[in-house]
């Protein structure tokens, strides 16, 4: 595997980007955070005109041994039936994505059906699911390192065709709990409670479905252990679909791709990628903040505020794509809006009295 290479953008520019930002006819800061976003988009980019080319969503789908032991409220069966819903256009993402004009792309990881060739699906198939974690490693070393380069791939080659802005999704029947148990080990936390404040009912577990969950994630705690090592934590824990979004994120960080970061399977991803460059988190866009509860965890380990709080808890990347509009606004207001000097505006506040 190729060392990944990922440095933040160089930071040179930022004064003139702030300098554009506040010349801008609005009191200075009246944008909030578009502001913010704007600059960090400019400085990605490193330019003062920003633009958003080629915007794609690619939802990485992928099944979890786990989940025939009872860490979901759904079957299994759900992760291969909702691909071919993304495939007939039928999902929420599907709905999103159209309204929004954004490409979409579905990537089967590690799904647990014989999808054959489809137009909209990309078969990189490490195996048919994870093996049960409770149980044994979910995944090989040598499976770990092939998503993690699949993603990392399949982010370059949208970047070759000209894509600078990629939102991450993911459907995988089981996946919260993966979740659950990256986080809680990325995270750092000690103590067997913590893995229960980041583990949440999913999909809509009922209590004592919830009581399950966090028992049998606990007994996958005392099998494989509390690593703090990124790479470590996939083989035991992971999904292939979050290995292989963890890739594509370092991928996606190494083109200079505005990175839209979903909900709390998508951040556990990138506690992953981050575990191993931290500088990825320059070009990532927090997009919403999820009703599952280690979402919260993760963000504030991350120190990150995501755009909006509508709570969601699809995944999908449908949180990436709804926060779309407002990254385009960003960039937009920063190329259009007029300038205090263009437009003849008095920048003089009023003295006081
Ligand atoms: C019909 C349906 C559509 C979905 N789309 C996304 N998810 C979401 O739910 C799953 C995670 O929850 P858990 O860990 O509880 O299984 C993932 O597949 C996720 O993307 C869905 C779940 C269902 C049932
Ligand atoms: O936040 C998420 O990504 C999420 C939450 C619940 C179910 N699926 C996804």
């Known amino acids: 595997m190729k060392p990944y290479a990922i440095a933040s953008p160089d930071p040179l520019l930022s004064a003139a980007i702030r300098h554009k930002i506040d010349r801008k006819t609005k009191p200075r800061g009246a944008l909030g955070r578009l502001e913010g976003l704007a600059h960090q988009i400019a400085l990605i980019q490193q330019t003062l005109d920003p633009e958003l080319r080629q915007p794609h969503i ?20 759900v992760t291969w039936q909702m691909v071919e819903n993304f495939l007939a256009g039928g999902a929420a993402i599907n709905v999103f994505t159209r309204r929004l004009g954004l490409d979409l792309t579905v990537v089967d990881a590690g799904v647990n059906h014989d999808f054959g060739k489809r137009p909209g699906l990309i078969d990189a198939k490490i195996a048919p699911g994870t093996a049960n974690y409770i149980e044994d490693t979910a995944m090989s070393a040598a499976q770990r390192d092939a998503a993690l380069e699949r993603g990392r791939g399949i982010a370059h080659a949208l970047a070759d065709n000209g894509c600078n802005c990629i939102g991450l999704g993911e459907m995988g029947i089981g996946n919260t709990a993966s979740a659950s148990l990256l986080t809680h080990c990325l995270v750092g936390a000690e103590h067997d409670a913590e893995l229960y404040t980041v583990t949440g009912r999913g999909t809509g577990l009922d209590d004592p479905g919830l009581y399950r969950k966090r028992s049998l994630l606990a ?15 996939l083989v035991q824990y992971g999904g292939l679909e979050i290995a292989m979004m963890a890739g594509a994120i370092l991928g996606a960080a190494e083109r200079r791709m505005l990175v839209l970061v979903d909900g709390f399977i998508v951040t556990s991803a990138l506690l992953v990628a981050h575990g191993l460059a931290p500088a990825v988190l320059s070009y990532c866009v927090f997009a919403h903040r999820s009703q599952e509860p280690g979402h919260r965890v993760q963000l504030d380990f991350l120190q990150a505020e995501p755009l909006m709080e509508l709570d969601l808890r699809l995944g999908e990347g449908t949180g990436a794509a709804l926060a779309f509009p407002l990254v385009q606004a960003a960039v937009d207001f920063m190329n259009e809006m007029a300038s205090f000097e263009s437009a003849g505006v008095s920048d003089q506040a009023r003295s006081p009295g």
């Open 58 to 77: 690619v939802v990485f789908a992928g099944d979890h041994g786990a989940a025939r032991a009872g860490v979901s409220a759904y079957p299994q069966d």
């Open 219 to 233: 007994q996958a705690l005392q099998r494989g252990g509390r690593t703090h090592d990124p790479l470590e934590v």
